[in-house]
């Protein structure tokens, strides 16, 4: 099966420049639908799979970008994997050259164009090119081959495979700009800046080029500053440096900072006797980020930063990382309260580093070494090769303010040269970028002085237990500020509703220390994984490794409300006095102590309260503006009135950041719930199962009782609620009633519904279910002892006339649903021994 792309040169440029990290006279997007095959034995090369005229009747289609392990076949798949499609392109020009660029492929690669060998690759996360003008048939079908393969594996991370990003083709002139840095370096007494432009181009031509660069500097979309260079770029150069420096008056600085993100555009055009041969564009800010004895200072003023570590993933588009995934996951951190960290192992494709550009967070990209590594060497190339990569990616980033060497990467015990790769890692980084942080990031400089912290100027630290005591042996061991890049405990519960951290507990431990900087939650999100670990840290059988403080279907945990308290840039914001009848309230707000964490100084801050009828449809909104808070200020008071008066459900009050962000909230209730309905209910030998609805509660529990016997579950968040009580038995009928609680106090009991306990095994929970461009996922629970999986669906309710069994653990996928076509479905599992629970609910897909 082969997939053909005609080029129309320039229809797609504007889906494929988003991707790119050099714009280009003309780009075609390669993605869509390929011929995929997998090769477990590995005999595609000797098999000659990548001929140009190779015959791909037996194999099947993958989606480009995408994960093979999205898809139930292949859901554990790992090895060799071959990826083919055909194109055609036009007639390149003698002075053009065609550039095949791929944003990421984990993790080996090789690539092949009509049966050539053009290139491999084996850093799975960051972006490559080969220049393939010399192996197309302009005019004619090409055929571009792949093989990938996801052996590679480092930590407790799902090693995705396949092609994971986009794929295009460049058609350029064989002169062209490759990138440009920028130092963007503030004066802060003076309120101007300096800017210092290295632009970077080659030519690929046999003959010299009498070019001329035009820069034009844009803040706002308005031109700040412009210059030109003229310069001789020699035949067959991959390498020429140009430089040009602009001293930007204090009327046009505005500086980034985590509250106001504010980004510039360099703009260069490379020209020859007036004809343009390329352009390339980047954005960068304006910022500087020191260390000054204890202080971490952003432009001059001290820090003490929140932020979390992320596993850019999810389990409905793998590690693929959709613009959507990448908002999302970004906009719900800040509303955390998150402005730095070490934000993950992984690094990050351009588009995820551009919006925290955006929205202000900053983070440290990291050489992807952990623990015991024979990469661990200071004469071995690839890491050398990494750092200077994610460097030359990255540089511009205003939120990249430094640079990881690795990942605890401990004593000499573990890796005998550590010392030695730290020392000059840290030394190259420092050269290759001097105006930011070069770290490793240590599971052990409380251990010992001469553990590798000491060539850093800020010591990164991770720990799980006994965290004061861990930051003060580094502290001892090495006189560094110190910032807490993971911090954790065990793993919590893939529940929402039972998914909490003691985030109080361990920073209230790290507090008050003037050496310890701040802290970075391991981790924002649960991740896929078979990690096994010592107890408490078990991945369950789901696969879902639960540290996060949301799923990995991005539903909120208990833990989200408990680090967003912890993380707010105010201690408390408490609601009081409220009079519904002559329409006012008072709103306490409690700064920050000044060696709390986080503590910054707070401008442009808001409040914001919102009024909700009887039905909880927001009636009125209306906006305090809020003085600048310093860390240590004294608590103040923030008075509130209104005007909607007639049947009010409830207010809420959000304390906003500049940027709109509700970072704390603040819900007083003025009624009790509805009283709630018992929607539906499993019945089963090890339990009961009902499930609820109700809008309007905060929390949920069931009474059930029998003979004058009467008994509560716990208080849950979910929409259902299980009764696993031995002292119901098989066969007794329980009278169950649900109710729902708020702050004002409980409901109503719902109608009561009588139960019979029986034979049956519990169906899966269903978490979650996502339609996205490759199907329908659902997400459930997985006991040890499932065998294997049903499901019933159609496009009907109550009519399925399609089925599907797997053994997938935690996420299956029903393939070739269009989206925008909901499926309803219900859900089942057989037990190893062979029996069927009973069904699900039906369920719809939205």
């Not at 959000?654 to 018992?678: A, N």
Request: net charge neutral; proline share 5%; aromatic share 12%.
């Amino acid at each position: 099966m082969d997939f053909k792309v005609p080029i129309l040169m320039g229809i797609l440029c504007f889906v494929v420049t988003s991707f790119s990290y050099a714009q280009s006279n003309e780009n075609i997007s390669l993605n869509g639908k390929w011929s995929f095959k997998t090769d477990p034995y590995a005999q595609g090369e000797s098999s000659q799979w990548f001929a140009k005229d190779v015959n791909t009747t037996s194999w099947g289609t993958m989606a480009v970008p995408g994960n093979w392990d999205l898809v139930n076949e292949y859901s554990e798949y790992v090895g060799d994997a071959w990826y083919t499609r055909t194109f055609t392109v036009k007639e390149i020009q003698s002075t053009e050259q065609l550039r095949l660029v791929f944003q990421s492929v984990y993790n080996n690669s090789k690539v092949w164009v009509n049966g050539h060998l053009v290139g491999e690759h084996d850093f799975g996360f960051l972006p490559f090119h080969f220049n393939i003008s010399e192996y197309i048939n302009p005019g004619k079908e090409n055929r571009l081959t792949v093989l990938v393969n996801n052996v590679f594996k480092s930590g407790a991370m799902w090693n995705w495979g396949g092609i994971r990003r986009p794929v295009w083709l460049e058609l350029t002139s064989k002169t062209r700009i490759e990138f440009q840095h920028i130092d963007a370096v503030p004066n802060l007494k003076k309120g101007t800046a300096q800017l210092d432009v290295k632009i970077v181009s080659s030519n690929a031509s046999n003959t010299p080029r009498n070019v001329l660069f035009n820069i034009d500097i844009k803040s706002n979309g308005k031109i700040v500053a412009q210059g030109e260079v003229k310069t001789i770029i020699p035949a067959n150069t991959n390498k020429h440096i140009v430089k040009w420096a602009y001293h930007l008056p204090k009327s046009k600085v505005n500086l980034w900072h985590f509250d106001f993100p504010n980004l510039y555009e360099s703009t260069v055009t490379l020209s020859e006797n007036k004809e343009i041969l390329h352009t390339n564009s980047d954005r960068f800010g304006i910022r500087k980020l020191e260390i000054n004895s204890l202080e971490l200072l952003l432009n001059g003023e001290s820090i003490r930063p929140v932020g979390f570590n992320v596993v850019p993933e999810d389990r409905f588009t793998g590690n693929t990382l959709p613009i959507e995934r990448i908002k999302e996951d970004v906009d719900l951190m800040k509303s955390l309260g998150a402005n730095m960290a070490r934000l993950s192992h992984v690094n990050l494709p351009k588009e995820y580093i551009d919006y925290l550009d955006e929205k202000g967070i900053m983070i440290f990209e990291e050489v992807g070494l952990w623990g015991k590594d024979i990469l661990v060497d200071p004469e071995h190339p690839k890491p050398k090769e990494w750092l200077q990569r994610i460097i030359e990616n990255n540089y511009n980033h205003p939120a990249v303010i430094g640079w990881s060497l690795g990942n605890e990467l401990g004593m000499a015990s573990k890796n005998p040269k550590v010392d030695a790769y730290i020392k000059g890692a840290i030394e190259m980084a420092e050269k290759l970028d001097p105006n930011r942080i070069a770290v490793s990031v240590s599971n052990s400089a409380n251990n010992s002085p001469k553990e590798a912290t000491m060539y850093a100027d800020l010591a990164m630290l991770n720990g799980y237990q006994n965290w004061g005591k861990k930051a003060d042996g580094t502290w001892e061991n090495h006189k560094k500020p110190i910032f807490m890049s993971e911090f954790g405990y065990e793993l919590n519960s893939e529940d929402p509703s039972l998914g909490d951290v003691p985030a109080e507990k361990i920073l209230n431990q790290l507090r008050n220390k003037e050496y310890v900087l701040g802290a970075s939650l391991w981790t924002f999100n649960d991740y896929r994984s078979t990690y096994h670990g010592k107890d408490g840290w078990k991945t369950p059988p789901s696969q879902n490794r639960a540290w996060g403080i949301v799923t990995s279907f991005r539903d909120k945990k208990k833990g989200f409300y408990s680090v967003q308290k912890e993380f707010s840039p105010i201690k408390n914001l408490t609601v009081s006095n409220i009079n519904t009848t002559e329409r006012h309230a008072k709103v306490t707000i409690q700064p920050r102590e000044k060696l709390d964490i986080p503590a910054n100084i707070l401008r442009g801050y808001k409040v914001q309260y919102t009024l909700f009828d009887s039905d909880f449809k927001p009636v009125e909104t209306k906006t305090e503006n809020i003085k600048t808070i310093f860390p240590g200020d004294d608590t103040f008071d923030v008075f509130l009135e209104w005007s909607a008066k007639d049947n009010l459900s409830m207010i809420e009050v959000s304390f906003l950041d500049p940027q709109g962000y509700k970072v704390l909230t603040d819900v007083v209730k003025f009624q009790v719930p509805k009283q709630p309905v018992i929607t539906f209910a499993n019945t089963a030998n090890n339990g009961i199962r009902v499930f609820r609805k109700s809008k309007d509660a905060e929390a949920y529990y069931v009474r059930y009782e029998k003979d004058g016997l009467i008994f509560n579950t716990k208080k849950t968040t979910n929409n259902f609620i299980d009764i696993e009580d031995k002292k119901i038995k098989q066969g007794d009928v329980w009278q169950y009633q649900l109710i729902a609680v708020n702050n004002k106090g409980e409901s109503v009991p719902s109608e009561v519904k009588e139960l019979i306990k029986d034979e049956d095994e519990l169906p899966p929970i269903v978490w979650n279910t996502k339609h996205t461009e490759n199907g329908v996922f659902i997400a459930y629970s997985v006991n040890p002892y499932d065998y294997l999986y049903e499901v019933l669906y159609g496009t009907s309710p109550n009519k399925y006339n399609q089925k599907l069994t797997t053994k997938v653990k935690g996420v299956l996928n029903i393939p070739n649903i269009k989206k925008g076509i909901p499926i309803y479905y219900k859900m089942r599992v057989i037990k190893q021994w062979g029996f069927a629970s009973e069904w699900t609910q039906e369920l719809k897909s939205e």
